[in-house]
């Protein structure tokens, strides 16, 4: 009796704790949903149970449909777990060797004798990575271009991420069995796990499941980021799924259903370097050994891990990217583990007041960029990625607690100045610059080439937020739309061949002449542009 009363106790116990976190969760991701500053699906599990799984956001935001815990969403580098496992099950089974050299699959690959199926796995093989969809289209393509490029550095002796190498191993795979690389991995891990919301082709799919991805995502206004026309970046990272599906995948790794106990030590293994082994992103949470994968891409980011010692297991996916996804997983990690966190109260601030912030501030060796869009206020630092900034008052934001941006304005009352504190501790302020944005063009249609500095376009005295250029002499080529010389902020076409995006495909110039361009960003999330030959 006495041991029955200790296990009731003991049941009785975890499960307070678990409801306690259960509402914990539940308010951390209700607040940043509600301000907009998330729109997907979140699950956490402890020891197999999953104690937290819940959605947010829109997975259409023109049509208001609401994210479930079925949505469906991409999950890019994710992926590479799946093509990893593949290639470990495959060496088990004694259908080749991590210690395969890259010259058994392609004779002719310049050192292939040198790249090792490990090295490619474990990011060290000196292929450099390639983005670039025109590369990629096809195996023949691919291995014919990335055989052209010099090798990095000597295999082996340093790390450096590249998809190239996992779209190597999507080939190999394909040798290695016979079928192609999608069918395998639905053969060996979808079916056996009864994955029915993970797959491939993710621009076939038509379940009303379906979450499409956002470079901007809001309660009232939304655009659409770019869709790749083919299954991009393959074996690399062209798989959707669920958090429901991902976690069976989780469950299968850690009961060794899918891969030998000692084949995913070696897998968990740093291989050269401290925070990727086989396939696997080795990291730490609270000095305790996480595994697992991010993904990340055009209106994507999703996070997957599982903490080993505790057997916690964390997935979130995301349909927008400025979803703020690190700040939010880290909140999430105190509340699991009793540590302290805060959620910022947001202020409601009039939209004419957050428009008084606009603006390009520099400080000498940066600039700082900011635009506001149905209440949302967005930074950008120059080269580096977009940001939400959660509003504490008028003239005082947050990333987070040490990541701060203080507006100062001037005698007059106008706001002439941003002081950025970042989280090391460092703190830069810009000057609030007369001029607005200057964005330009960059290609090989233009006579500065992909290498070169932008050809600046003009603006409109009248509307400031419309360039242009006209009668300029652009070569038969492509190009693309950039801001300041910056690659970290660059338009080109969507797949639809109308409208323009981030990091899109190329746009073309189909002959010799001189051309009229326009380029309106007067709809901040959602520019226009126009190209037409001058008229003679």
């Known amino acids: 009796m006495r041991t029955l009363l200790t296990c009731v106790v003991v049941l009785l116990t975890a499960t307070s704790l678990y409801s306690q976190k259960t509402k914990q969760l539940e308010k951390l991701l209700a607040a940043y949903g509600q301000n907009g500053q998330f729109s997907g699906s979140v699950l956490v599990a402890e020891k197999g149970k999953i104690i937290f799984e819940k959605s947010y956001g829109y997975r259409n935001g023109p049509k208001k449909e609401k994210n479930t815990n079925n949505s469906l969403y991409r999950i890019f ?3 590479k777990m799946f093509t990893a496992t593949v290639i470990l099950k495959l060496e088990e089974q004694g259908k080749l ?3 395969d050299k890259l010259s058994k699959y392609y004779p002719d690959f310049p050192k292939g004798d040198s790249i090792t199926v490990a090295h490619l796995l474990s990011h060290t093989s000196g292929i450099p990575s390639e983005q670039n969809t025109d590369h ?6 691919f291995i014919q271009y990335i055989s052209g490029k010099p090798l990095e550095f000597s295999p082996g002796s340093q790390w450096n991420y590249s998809n190239s190498g996992y779209y190597i191993l999507g080939y190999i795979i394909k040798k290695v069995t016979g079928s192609d690389y999608d069918q395998v991995i639905e053969n060996y891990i979808l079916k056996p796990l009864q994955m029915n919301h993970t797959g491939f082709h993710f621009n076939m799919v038509t379940d009303e499941n379906k979450a499409f991805g956002y470079e901007f995502l809001s309660d009232n206004a939304s655009s659409e980021a770019f869709r790749f026309k083919t299954d991009h970046p393959f074996a690399a990272g062209a798989m959707y799924s669920t958090v429901g599906d991902l976690f069976k995948f989780n469950e299968a790794i850690k009961n060794h259903q899918l891969l030998k106990k000692e084949t995913l030590e070696k897998a968990f293994t740093p291989y ?3 925070h990727y082994g086989l396939g696997i992103v ?3 949470v609270l000095g305790k050994k996480a595994v697992g994968h991010d993904g990340g891409g055009p209106g994507y980011r999703s996070r997957y891990y599982r903490v080993l010692e505790d057997d916690l297991c964390i997935i979130v996916i995301t349909n927008s990217e400025l979803s703020r996804i690190n700040l939010i997983v880290s909140q999430m990690e105190n509340i699991l583990y009793n540590k302290p966190y805060n959620i910022p109260t947001a202020a409601k601030i009039p939209l004419q007041d957050l428009k008084k912030l606009e603006g390009v501030y520099s400080t000498g060796d940066t600039e700082f960029y900011i635009t506001v869009t149905d209440g949302q206020v967005v930074f950008r630092e120059k080269n580096n990625p977009r940001c939400l900034l959660y509003p504490i008052s008028s003239t005082y934001f947050q990333l987070d607690e040490t990541f701060t941006f203080t507006f100062k304005p001037n005698k007059a009352g106008e706001i002439d100045a941003l002081t950025v504190r970042f989280s090391d501790g460092k703190i830069k302020t810009g000057k609030r610059q007369a001029t607005g ?7 090989d249609a233009t006579p500065s080439g992909w290498d070169g500095k932008d050809i600046p376009l003009q603006s409109d005295p009248k509307n400031p937020k419309i ?4 009668n300029y002499p652009l070569k038969k080529g492509k190009f693309k739309f950039r801001f300041d010389n910056d690659w970290g902020y660059v338009y080109g076409l969507s797949d639809d061949g109308k409208s323009i995006a981030l990091e899109a495909y190329d746009l073309h110039i189909v ?6 361009i326009v380029f309106d960003t007067t709809h901040s999330i959602k520019p226009q542009y126009n190209i037409r030959k001058s008229v003679q």
Do not use: C, H, P
């Open 511 to 516: 002959e010799d002449g001189k051309y009229d």
């Open 467 to 470: 360039f242009f250029l006209k």
């Open 437 to 443: 944005a200057r964005w330009g063009i960059i290609g």
């Open 97 to 99: 060797s991590l210690q």
């Open 77 to 79: 580098s994710t992926t």
């Open 136 to 141: 990629t289209v096809d195996e023949k393509t």
């Open 282 to 284: 080795i990291s730490s």
């Open 272 to 274: 050269l370097k401290e």
